[in-house]
C-alpha cells in the first residue's frame, strides 16, 4: 500500500519567510510524529499527534513552529519567519498504535533557509 | 537527558563478511528497541524491532537486546554491498510522549566489494 508521503520534497526559503510542510500518513495510522534531522545526525522529536489532538509538542525548538492535524489524517508543519538554523531535513512518521511503537518515515522535506 | 550512543563509524567491511553494528542507550526503563537504515539523502527504513531480552532474527539481520546492560546490537550476516548506509538505533521514549523515538546519530557501514 502507500506509504507515508510529504510536500515539497525540497524547499528554499528567503529567512523571514513563512513556510508550511504537509505530511499524509499511512492511511488509517492514529500516531503522527514530526521529527528534524540534522546533517550527519539522527532525527530528533518535534512533536506528536494522537488522531487530531497535539499530545506533546515539547520538542518544538520555538514558538515559531506550529503543527496542525486538524481531521486526524494530512499534518501540517509550519515554520514562521524562517531562520537560517531552521535548515534540515524535516521528516513524518506514522504508526498504527496509539503508543507509536513501528514508525513509518516519509522521504521528507529539505527545508533550506538563505 | 535521555540517550543513545554509537559509534559513528565508518565501519568497513569485506563482502560476504558479519557487520556488527552497536548501541548503548541511558534510560533504563526504555522498552523498545529498533535498527532502521538511511541510504545517503533517503529517509530512515524500519529493519528491525526488538522488545525482550536476547536475539531477533529476520533474514539476514539478528538483533540483540540486553537490558542489564542496556545494551542492543545489530548482526549483519553476508554483508553485501548494497548494505552500505548509515544505521540509526532508536529507543522509544514512554517516559515522555506517547512514544516518540529517541535516535543515535548512527553509524555509516560501508561494504566493499
Known amino acids: 500500500g502507500a506509504g507515508v508521503s510529504q510536500s515539497p520534497r525540497y524547499k528554499v526559503a528567503k529567512r523571514g519567510q513563512d513556510v508550511a510542510l504537509r505530511c499524509d500518513p499511512i492511511?488509517?495510522?492514529?500516531?503522527l510524529f514530526w521529527y528534524q534531522q540534522a546533517l550527519g545526525q539522527g532525527p530528533e522529536f518535534l512533536t506528536y499527534?494522537?488522531?487530531?489532538?497535539?499530545?506533546?509538542k515539547s520538542g518544538l525548538p520555538s514558538d515559531r513552529f506550529f503543527a496542525e492535524r486538524p481531521e486526524g489524517s494530512v499534518s501540517t508543519l509550519k515554520i514562521q519567519r524562517t531562520q537560517q538554523e531552521d535548515s534540515a531535513v524535516y521528516l513524518c512518521?506514522?504508526?498504527?498504535?496509539?503508543?507509536?511503537?513501528?514508525?513509518?518515515f516519509g522521504p521528507g522535506t529539505r527545508l533550506t533557509v538563505t | 537527558q535521555k540517550e543513545v550512543e554509537q559509534n559513528s563509524g565508518p565501519l568497513s567491511v569485506p563482502e560476504g563478511a558479519i557487520a556488527s553494528l552497536n548501541c548503548t542507550y541511558s534510560?533504563?526503563?526504555?522498552?523498545?528497541f529498533f535498527w532502521y537504515r538511511q541510504y545517503s539523502g533517503k529517509s530512515p527504513e524500519l529493519i528491525m524491532s526488538?522488545?525482550?531480552?536476547g536475539d531477533k532474527e529476520d533474514g539476514r539481520f539478528t538483533a540483540q537486546l540486553n537490558k542489564a546492560s542496556q545494551y542492543v546490537s545489530l548482526l549483519i550476516r553476508d554483508s553485501q554491498p548494497s548494505d552500505s548506509a548509515t544505521y540509526l538505533c532508536?529507543?522509544?521514549?514512554?517516559?515522555?510522549?506517547?512514544?516518540?523515538?529517541?535516535f543515535g546519530k548512527g553509524t555509516k557501514l560501508s561494504v566493499k566489494p
Open positions: 512518521a506514522s504508526s498504527p498504535r496509539i503508543y507509536g511503537n513501528e514508525q513509518y
Open positions: 526488538i522488545y525482550s531480552n
Open positions: 532508536a529507543v522509544n521514549d514512554y517516559g515522555g510522549s506517547q512514544g516518540n523515538l529517541i
Open positions: 534510560d533504563r526503563g526504555s522498552q523498545s
Open positions: 492511511s488509517g495510522h492514529v500516531s
Open positions: 499527534f494522537q488522531n487530531e489532538a497535539q499530545l506533546d
